[in-house]
T-cell receptor, first 111, second 114 residues
Framework: GQQLNQSPQSMFIQEGEDVSMNCTSSSIFNTWLWYKQDPGEGPVLLIALYKAGELTSNGRLTAQFGITRKDSFLNISASIPSDVGIYFCAGGGGSNYKLTFGKGTLLTVNP | SAVISQKPSRDICQRGTSLTIQCQVDSQVTMMFWYRQQPGQSLTLIATANQGSEATYESGFVIDKFPISRPNLTFSTLTVSNMSPEDSSIYLC???????????FGQGTRLTVV
C-alpha cells in the first residue's frame, strides 16, 4: 500500500525560529494536505494543495506540492508557543477518496 | 468546512464490553470515514461509510469487531465490540470536503479499556 515518510519525527525549537518539515512518498498523489493536532483534539486542516508545484500560504504557514507529486513540505515562520502540536501530512485525491497519513512531526516551541 | 460532533469525547470501559461512538455532521455528506489513532501513532483508516450500503473496511479491520451504521447523510456510529486493552485508542470520525479531496475531523473519542 501507499506509505508516506514524514520527517523529522520531532523538533524542539526556540520561539521565533522558523520550522520546516516534509513528506515523501513512492506513490503519486493528486492532493497534499497538512493537518495540526492539539492534545485531546482531532486534526485540523491547515493547508490543502491541489496542483504539482503549487505554493500556498496561510498566515505564517507555507506549503508546497512537489513537482513530481511525490513530496510536500510545510514551513512555519517565526514560531510561537501555540504552534506546539503534532503536524501530519496526508496524500489523497485518488479515485477511492482515501487519505494516507504520515507518522507526524511533534513540534515543541520553547518560549 | 463541516462541523463534526462526536460522542462521547472519552470513556473508560471494561474489557469484554462494547462501546458505540456517535458522529453527527451539520450538513449532508456522501462519505463518512472512521479512523483509529493508537497512542503516539498516526491515523489509520478503519472503514468508509456510505448511506444505504454496508461500510467498506480496510485490511485488518472486520465488521464483527467494528460494526458501523450510516442511517442518513448526517449521522454515523462506530461500535468497538468485545473490547480489549489493545483497543485503547482515539477514534476519529471524518467527512469529505471540497471536491472530495479534503477531509475534516471530529474532536475524537479517547477510549481506554481496562
Amino acid at each position: 500500500g501507499q506509505q508516506l515518510n514524514q520527517s523529522p519525527q520531532s523538533m524542539f525549537i526556540q520561539e521565533g525560529e522558523d520550522v520546516s518539515m516534509n513528506c515523501t512518498s513512492s506513490s503519486i498523489f493528486n492532493t497534499w494536505l497538512w493537518y495540526k493536532q492539539d492534545p485531546g483534539e482531532g486534526p485540523v486542516l491547515l493547508i490543502a494543495l491541489y496542483k504539482a508545484g503549487e505554493l500556498t500560504s496561510n498566515g505564517r504557514l507555507t506549503a508546497q506540492f512537489g513537482i513530481t507529486r511525490k513530496d510536500s513540505f510545510l514551513n512555519i515562520s517565526a514560531s510561537i508557543p501555540s504552534d506546539v502540536g503534532i503536524y501530519f501530512c496526508a496524500g489523497g485525491g485518488g479515485s477511492n477518496y482515501k487519505l494516507t497519513f504520515g507518522k507526524g512531526t511533534l513540534l515543541t516551541v520553547n518560549p | 468546512s463541516a462541523v463534526i460532533s462526536q460522542k462521547p469525547s472519552r470513556d473508560i470501559c471494561q474489557r469484554g464490553t462494547s462501546l458505540t461512538i456517535q458522529c453527527q455532521v451539520d450538513s449532508q455528506v456522501t462519505m463518512m470515514f472512521w479512523y483509529r489513532q493508537q497512542p503516539g501513532q498516526s491515523l489509520t483508516l478503519i472503514a468508509t461509510a456510505n448511506q444505504g450500503s454496508e461500510a467498506t473496511y480496510e485490511s485488518g479491520f472486520v465488521i464483527d469487531k467494528f460494526p458501523i451504521s450510516r442511517p442518513n447523510l448526517t449521522f454515523s456510529t462506530l461500535t468497538v465490540s468485545n473490547m480489549s486493552p489493545e483497543d485503547s485508542s482515539i477514534y476519529l470520525c471524518s467527512v469529505e470536503g471540497q471536491g472530495w479531496t479534503e477531509a475534516f475531523f471530529g474532536q475524537g473519542t479517547r477510549l481506554t479499556v481496562v
